[in-house]
């Protein structure tokens, strides 16, 4: 293997939200941590080596977007996901994705106004309307022909009720579904009839196999892209989370404004100059990493889901096509919501994002994260095999 994922890097002692906030989030500091969105692999050695390049230069002042930044994002989304975005209608929010949807939600929104979310969700996105004064409109995804998909009447139902706003994640966190262009389209068919302006977060985007294609929003049509913000971010896909950055697309020129005015308000348009550097590197150079990376992480999920099948049968795994999570049936165990995620931590010694935090829908869940070296998920397997035994008796 031309990139090394099987070893483990110790992350402990780096400020690490993942491996070093055990002790305040869990009350122990001996759990595996399954739950934080990152990788727990090195990062792409272009990326590695453009940081520090960049980091031998003395002087960390403020950083400015230049062309070569531009070229890397409509490059990369041009030849990965086949969709030629203008540079007009680019913006950026380093702080980042959610960031940049609860800005535009407040822009285009008032309080009492009603925001419509898949459900279970990633709780940021549900969690911006409440706190923002917006009424959430919960629609349910529903279980059909072995993968969850969108309730397309409940859709159409809520959506004629005065809906203003359709938050969507795709790739969708936290079941791993990849939305299919078909489910895409009807689901933006939908929100044109009704006049709802579309917000997605495709942080996940990069990270699919060739399996299960990512279709982005933007190549749905000049209708939709029109009435959409699109959000990209290369955090997930090449582990750059703690340098920021998000990509936005947003083809309404007077949005685009409204947009970047409240950046420049709040001083949040300027790219951590690490960060300008490791984007470039990853979108131009780091696209065999990513493919390996992606790899690896799919052999984690058939080696999980034989685990389970063979000696945790109390625990069921949800197909996963894409992202590096996993979205984890624990209906069997006969424990939900905190019990569950006290079991995990308490008794397995695991930490997952439990799976009430996504929704009322997330009850009997967890969601793993499955970008770790294959040794770290062995060792959190056996800790759950252990428990699971015990509780059987």
């Known amino acids: 293997m031309k990139f090394d994922f099987d070893t483990w890097i110790d992350r402990r002692g780096t400020a690490s939200f ?95 106004d009603k925001v419509m979310i898949p459900m279970p969700n990633y709780d940021p996105l549900f969690g911006m309307v409440q706190e923002s004064g917006r009424t959430l409109v919960e629609t349910p995804l529903v279980w059909r022909e072995g993968r969850f998909t969108f309730d397309f009447v409940d859709l159409e139902t809520k959506a004629a009720n005065g809906v203003k706003v359709l938050l969507l994640s795709s790739p969708h966190n936290p079941t791993g579904r990849v939305w299919t262009r078909e489910e895409l389209r009807t689901l933006a068919d939908i929100c044109l009839r009704h006049d709802i302006f579309m917000m997605v977060d495709e942080i996940h985007c990069d990270f699919v196999p060739k399996e299960h294609p990512h279709v982005t929003f933007g190549t749905l049509g000049e209708d939709v892209l029109k009435r959409s913000m699109i959000c990209y971010s290369a955090n997930k896909g090449f582990n750059l989370g703690g340098l920021g950055m998000a990509t936005v697309v947003l083809a309404d020129g007077v949005l685009r404004e409204r947009f970047n005015g409240e950046m420049l308000a709040a001083q949040t348009r300027l790219d951590n ?47 996963s096509e894409g992202t590096y999570l ?60 252990r428990a699971v035994k015990a509780r059987r008796g």
């Open 273 to 319: 100059i690490f960060g300008i550097e490791a984007l470039i590197a990853a979108y131009n150079e780091g696209e065999e990493w990513l493919d390996a990376a992606i790899d690896y992480v799919s052999e984690n999920k058939r080696h999980l889901e034989r685990v389970l099948r063979e000696r945790i049968p109390e625990i069921r795994m949800i197909p």
């Open 18 to 112: 993942k491996w070093d906030a055990n002790g305040t989030y869990y009350g122990r500091d001996d759990v595996i941590p399954m739950w934080v969105a990152d990788m727990d692999f090195p990062c792409a050695p272009a990326v590695v080596d453009a940081v520090k390049r960049r980091a031998e230069h003395p002087i960390y002042g403020y950083g400015i977007r230049q062309q070569p930044y531009y070229d890397a994002v409509m490059g990369w989304l041009k030849r990965r996901h086949g969709f030629e975005v203008k540079q007009e209608h680019l913006a950026f929010a380093p702080p980042g994705v959610i960031y940049a949807m609860y800005v535009l939600l407040r822009l285009i929104t008032e309080p009492g």
């Open 326 to 385: 996993a979205w984890l049936d624990c209906g069997a165990l006969g424990l939900r919501g905190k019990e569950l995620e006290h079991f995990m931590v308490q008794k397995a010694g695991v930490a997952f994002c439990a799976g009430y935090e996504f929704g009322e829908a997330g009850e009997c869940f967890v969601r793993i994260n499955l970008a770790c070296p294959r040794c770290i998920l062995d060792e959190a397997l056996r800790r759950i095999e």
